[in-house]
């Protein structure tokens, strides 16, 4: 029989009940008259076969007495608008308009009869009809609206256009998200319980719903059984580690929702557009950072901002933050024309009244970006611009210089000439004992700037300061692994993972650019500042619970293959945080790396050499004399191994 059901709701039949328009207000009405009429007359057929002897109710007719309730019982529907709600949404505030709209009339009419009794001594109606009639008609009602609603939500949770879902959390965020739910009409999510860590949590109902203990026992056996998908509440999010306590809702195949936090809700409560699929990205998030914005707003304010990269993830989001501290001009640099129109658009649109200055321009050409500097005469550089990809830069080393070495030396170069008050260079953790073009060409930009500033010192030239900062890949960078995944799982699989043992750090795009921030702010010149990136995270697993997150069970719906590590990639990044290499500054996130101390007259002799190498497009040339300048830089799994012997 169940099967029957099921097969009714899943048909054409049923398919477009969620499409259907709402029963005109007046028909519902004359259907809720209908019921209250059969009501009355069943009343007095029960109230005729209590009393046999009957009483004198020449007063009125027997239609008159009839039309004088339903009169009334129309006025109190009017009144109360029962009649204006969509069946097959009704809820509990439904219940007690009905309620209402009944009992005052019932009650308003009993008094009429008991003071035309004392005047008369005559009644209208008997005591027990009135009191029948309360009864059945409210029941009638209430199950008309119960009956349509339960019919409507078995087919459509069939059909698969009601999800039925459970809220994990009980304070007060979880009722909020409650009340939407079961208020809202046109929700395509129909709540069947809570959820909480409580042991007690199942003697307990919440707005009539039952609350359930969390463990495996109760998911397998009950929650799996109910419900599709869990709604994580953002007080249960800030109480829990997302990366590893959700795991026990994404290994049963359950999906999980979230939603913002309380502080932009509306009304107290969210709104159902705000509901959505909870993120790699929120599972892997770590607590929130506090940054000194008032340092960084002295700094700051209505001074002129260059940022190079500007239109790539990092550059991009430097851009957002900066803007809360009010400076007098951002000036945005970068070759990409289409990022950078798109970032144009966005920025005219949510900050009409900051000033932006668009330069196209690469930073290997110095004529450009001399013209570019002593134009605007920027207070502050933050530079962003750079090749990133390991693979494209081990098959292109002499690009890799001319953009992550020339492009730096030559921004440097400018700051100091134009007197930059500070020049932020990004870096990347792969610069610590590289084992790729990449990361060695970011080391050698780092020596660069290193060793320039302490010349100036040296000379008593200390107009610009040089801070570097190095963190780990970021989530959702533009190339990055998330978004190549999401693409691949959309595709059907498989998702490709390099290796089996493969891990890396991650933290998130606004997180990485307010440290940059705080590191540029705080730094006195010379420093290569480093970000506590958190726990490590197994790439292979990463991918596991992004197919689960998509709802798909991994290895089985969506494949994963391994295909090798790619020339230059090493199956795990250096820790950034020893204490035998960092020391510590005033913020528990950022350290200051220990490292190896350059000449800058020698080094740079060699660093125009290897430009001369780029240049003339001397691969093997170039990679050799990049070995000379970092000799910890040992090739993996590329071609250029052959120059470590």
Not at 26 to 37: A, E, G, K, M, N
Not at 102 to 110: G, P, T
Not at 261 to 279: A, L, R, V, Y
């Amino acid at each position: 029989m169940k099967e029957k059901f099921n097969f009714l709701g899943g048909s054409d039949i049923f398919s477009h009940l969620n499409n259907l328009k709402y029963i005109p207000r007046w028909i519902v009405l004359f259907v809720d008259i209908l019921i209250c009429l059969i009501s009355y007359n069943i009343s007095c057929y029960i109230s005729s076969r209590l009393y046999t002897n009957a009483l004198d109710f020449r007063i009125f007719s027997t239609f008159q007495r009839m039309g004088i309730i339903i009169f009334l019982q129309i006025l109190f529907f009017w009144l109360f608008r029962t009649y204006s709600g969509v069946l097959r949404y009704s809820g509990y505030v439904d219940a007690v308009k009905l309620l209402f709209a009944v009992s005052i009339n019932v009650v308003l009419i009993s008094i009429a009869n008991f003071i035309i009794y004392f005047t008369l001594n005559k009644f209208i109606f008997y005591y027990s009809t009135l009191l029948f009639y309360a009864i059945l008609s409210f029941l009638l009602l209430f199950i008309l609206r119960l009956v349509v609603k339960t019919i409507y939500d078995f087919f459509t949770q069939n059909s698969g256009q009601i999800i039925p879902v459970m809220i994990y959390g009980t304070q007060s965020a979880a009722i909020g998200i409650a009340r939407m739910l079961l208020t809202l009409q046109d929700n395509k999510y129909k709540l069947v319980g809570f959820i909480d860590d409580d042991k007690n949590a199942s003697e307990r109902l919440i707005m009539g719903i039952k609350v359930y203990h969390l463990n495996e026992n109760t998911i397998k056996k009950i929650i799996i059984n109910k419900a599709k998908a869990i709604i994580v509440s953002p007080n249960k999010m800030n109480q829990i580690n997302p990366n590893t306590d959700l795991d026990i809702f994404l290994n049963n195949n359950l999906s999980v929702l979230t939603s913002p936090p309380m502080s932009i809700w509306q009304n107290d409560m969210p709104t159902m557009k705000q509901i959505k699929s909870i993120q790699i990205e929120d599972l892997l998030e770590r607590p929130k950072i506090d940054i000194s914005n008032e340092n960084i707003a002295h700094q700051l304010k209505s001074k002129v901002i260059l940022i190079t990269g500007a239109a790539g993830s990092i550059g991009s989001e430097i851009v957002r933050q900066i803007i809360q501290y009010q400076p007098n001009l951002i000036i945005l640099l970068d070759q990409a024309e289409s990022p950078m129109h798109i970032l144009k658009l966005e920025l005219e649109e949510q900050y009409p009244d900051q000033n932006f200055s668009v330069f196209l321009g690469d930073i290997r050409n110095k004529e450009r970006m001399e013209y570019l500097i002593e134009m605007f005469r920027p207070d502050f550089i933050y530079h962003a611009a750079a090749y990133k990809h390991v693979p494209l830069m081990e098959d292109n080393p002499v690009e890799s210089i001319q953009v992550n070495v020339n492009g730096t030396k030559i921004m440097a170069d400018l700051a100091v000439k134009y007197k930059v008050q500070r020049f932020v260079m990004i870096s990347t953790d792969k610069a610590v004992n590289p084992t790729n073009v990449m990361g060695a060409s970011k080391r050698i930009a780092e020596i660069y700037v290193q060793s320039l500033y302490r010349k100036l010192l040296a000379e008593g030239k200390t107009s610009t300061k040089f801070i570097t900062t190095r963190f780990g890949n970021v989530l959702g960078s533009n190339g990055s692994v998330i978004p190549r995944f999401k693409s691949q799982i959309e595709k059907g699989g498989p998702v490709t993972v390099t290796h089996p043992e493969i891990i890396r750090y991650f933290m998130t795009i606004p997180e990485a650019c307010m440290l940059v921030l705080e590191a540029g702010a705080m730094g006195k010149g010379g420093e290569i500042f480093i970000f506590d990136m958190g726990s490590p995270v197994k790439i292979v697993n990463l991918a596991r619970k992004m197919i689960r997150l998509a709802g798909f069970i991994p290895e089985v719906e969506i494949g994963i293959e391994f295909t090798g590590l790619r020339p230059g990639e090493k199956l795990y990044e250096e820790l950034l945080n020893q204490k035998e290499i960092t020391t510590q500054t005033h913020h528990p996130k950022i350290m200051i790396a220990k490292v190896q101390e350059y000449d800058y007259d020698s080094v740079s002799i060699q660093i125009d050499e290897l430009i001369q190498y780029s240049f003339k497009c001397k691969n093997f040339l170039t990679v050799s004399l990049m070995k000379k300048i970092v000799p910890e830089f040992l090739s993996k799994n590329s071609q250029y191994e052959r120059l470590d012997v």
